[in-house]
């Protein structure tokens, strides 16, 4: 289960991008979660997905 607070959602998702995934993609496959709805939710708090860095900034 994803952190509600986007600025843990954020630290959470980077560190697993980081970490154990190639993309946000995969991460959303592997954890079942929708990508859409984290999006919309790191962009509301001002972040948006990089994937030549494979982040939120």
Known sequence: ????DPFMLLSMINMKL???YSSIDELCDD???DKNAIDKKLE????????????YR
Do not use: V
Not at 1 to 4: A, E, F, I, S, Y
Not at 45 to 52: C, I, P, V, W
């Open 18 to 20: 980081r970490d154990q």
């Open 44 to 55: 509301a708090a001002g972040f948006t997905y990089d994937s030549e860095t494979n982040q």
């Open 31 to 33: 954890m079942d979660e």
């Open 1 to 4: 289960m994803l952190p509600k």
